[in-house]
């Protein structure tokens, strides 16, 4: 018997394209909602041509990440038959997605003012780059967002250009705050039967997720800068050379860094005054690092790891993709899930992370293919 889904009795409608609303609508599908993506005809969300890669069937990969257990239907916005059949969908759901710029579903009538009249108990959210005021206007991509948001800034080697993370992560970030907001939404209407709205923008929530570097700023006035490897407030902290190869340190209080110099074969380290203290270590980052590289030539990566990790000292390799999907199967984190489609062909996509020992995430269906216009 299937386990009961925790969202089970949730109908939402996904106007949404590209990345954050998708991965918003995905995750809540993954939970048990059913989930209805509206679409362009003939056309699709825009990812559906963003490739390579493609699958063997010549579908991008990039679609099929963030929208399986979802069902497609094409409507035309842009004609009252469209909207007409919008509405049908909107009238049978608890929730409206969407992540037009400010202003588009207002103009087709598909706005929260229009709809939250007609259906007070509606959770309606919409996703937005930089707000509905005086960056309406600006377009939402996500490496104009890294940009503008500071995290190309602090992201790249202390004397090289800024660089973006190797993945649109303000949209993964924006998607994930959005479900959460959804969630909260409709605990409050559980209680109370009043529908909202739900606001989320990626500018917003980058400068959330800057975290200890956004506190820095707020509380102190401390502007990071791009420090490779490196992190602002903690050392060792960062990928060093050995003797074959390179290896990560990880060590993050006084008591892991004494079983690092231990390990190393330099014990006295620990009780040098520039190094005893995490503090210490981080005025004096520069000559740690020469000691520890000093110390790390001695031997390759891969004994050094071993020895570490015996020590009880994070410490690890650089792997590339391929080798992370490896090492969470070698735990038992099972990271694949298979998802047959109806041409007999297998869609193996990325688990969600979510365990819930009642109601977990089940996998239904494979992303859509484009409904025929």
């Given at each position: 018997?299937?386990?009961?889904?925790?969202?089970?009795?949730?109908?939402?409608?996904?106007?949404?394209?590209?990345?954050?609303?998708?991965?918003?609508?995905?995750?809540?599908?993954?939970?048990?909602?059913?989930?209805?993506?509206?679409?362009?005809?003939?056309?699709?969300?825009?990812?559906?041509?963003?490739?390579?890669?493609?699958?063997?069937?010549?579908?991008?990969?990039?679609?099929?990440?963030?929208?399986?257990?979802?069902?497609?239907?094409?409507?035309?916005?842009?004609?009252?038959?469209?909207?007409?059949?919008?509405?049908?969908?909107?009238?049978?759901?608890?929730?409206?997605?969407?992540?037009?710029?400010?202003?588009?579903?207002?103009?087709?009538?598909?706005?929260?003012?229009?709809?939250?009249?007609?259906?007070?108990?509606?959770?309606?959210?919409?996703?937005?780059?930089?707000?509905?005021?005086?960056?309406?206007?600006?377009?939402?991509?996500?490496?104009?967002?890294?940009?503008?948001?500071?995290?190309?800034?602090?992201?790249?080697?202390?004397?090289g250009e800024p660089q973006k993370v190797g993945v649109a992560l303000v949209d993964v970030i924006a998607g994930l705050f959005a479900s959460t907001g959804i969630l909260a939404a409709l605990h409050h209407r559980a209680?109370?039967?009043?529908?909202?709205?739900?606001?989320?923008?990626?500018?917003?929530?980058?400068?959330?997720?800057l975290v200890n570097q956004g506190s820095a700023y707020t509380l102190a006035g401390a502007v990071g800068q791009r420090m490779g490897n490196a992190h602002p407030s903690i050392a060792p902290y960062e990928l060093l050379?050995?003797?074959?190869?390179?290896?990560?340190?990880?060590?993050?209080?006084?008591?892991?860094?004494?079983?690092?110099?231990?390990t190393l074969g330099a014990p006295e380290l620990a009780h040098d005054a520039r190094f005893a203290t995490n503090g210490a270590r981080v005025a004096h980052r520069d000559a740690l690092r020469t000691e520890l590289t000093?110390?790390?030539?001695?031997?390759?990566?891969?004994?050094?790891?071993?020895?570490?990790?015996?020590?009880?000292?994070?410490?690890?390799?650089?792997?590339?993709?391929?080798?992370?999907?490896?090492?969470?199967?070698?735990?038992?984190?099972?990271?694949?899930?298979?998802?047959?489609?109806?041409?007999?062909?297998?869609?193996?996509?990325?688990?969600?992370?979510?365990?819930?020992?009642?109601?977990?995430?089940?996998?239904?269906?494979?992303?859509?293919?484009?409904?025929?216009?």
């Amino acid at each position: 018997m299937e386990p009961p889904a925790a969202l089970g009795d949730l109908t939402i409608v996904d106007f949404s394209r590209v990345l954050a609303g998708p991965l918003a609508t995905m995750v809540l599908a993954d939970l048990g909602a059913t989930v209805i993506k509206v679409e362009r005809p003939g056309i699709g969300d825009d990812t559906r041509a963003w490739g390579p890669p493609f699958d063997e069937r010549g579908e991008a990969t990039y679609f099929q990440a963030v929208n399986r257990n979802k069902s497609s239907e094409a409507i035309d916005l842009g004609t009252p038959d469209g909207t007409a059949r919008a509405r049908e969908l909107i009238a049978h759901a608890d929730v409206v997605v969407e992540n037009f710029r400010p202003g588009v579903m207002d103009r087709l009538g598909l706005g929260w003012d229009t709809l939250s009249a007609e259906d007070p108990k509606l959770v309606y959210c919409s996703i937005t780059g930089f707000g509905a005021g005086p960056g309406a206007a600006l377009p939402g991509y996500d490496l104009l967002v890294q940009a503008l948001g500071g995290l190309m800034s602090i992201t790249g080697e202390a004397d090289g250009e800024p660089q973006k993370v190797g993945v649109a992560l303000v949209d993964v970030i924006a998607g994930l705050f959005a479900s959460t907001g959804i969630l909260a939404a409709l605990h409050h209407r559980a209680r109370t039967g009043e529908g909202q709205r739900v606001e989320v923008n990626l500018l917003s929530s980058l400068l959330a997720a800057l975290v200890n570097q956004g506190s820095a700023y707020t509380l102190a006035g401390a502007v990071g800068q791009r420090m490779g490897n490196a992190h602002p407030s903690i050392a060792p902290y960062e990928l060093l050379p050995t003797g074959n190869g390179d290896l990560v340190l990880a060590v993050g209080n006084d008591r892991q860094f004494a079983a690092l110099c231990e390990t190393l074969g330099a014990p006295e380290l620990a009780h040098d005054a520039r190094f005893a203290t995490n503090g210490a270590r981080v005025a004096h980052r520069d000559a740690l690092r020469t000691e520890l590289t000093t110390l790390l030539a001695a031997r390759g990566a891969a004994t050094w790891i071993a020895k570490l990790s015996a020590a009880g000292v994070p410490a690890g390799q650089v792997n590339d993709v391929a080798g992370a999907f490896a090492l969470a199967g070698s735990l038992g984190l099972d990271p694949i899930v298979e998802l047959p489609r109806a041409d007999g062909t297998i869609a193996r996509l990325t688990r969600n992370p979510i365990r819930l020992s009642a109601t977990p995430p089940t996998y239904r269906c494979a992303p859509p293919t484009l409904p025929a216009p």
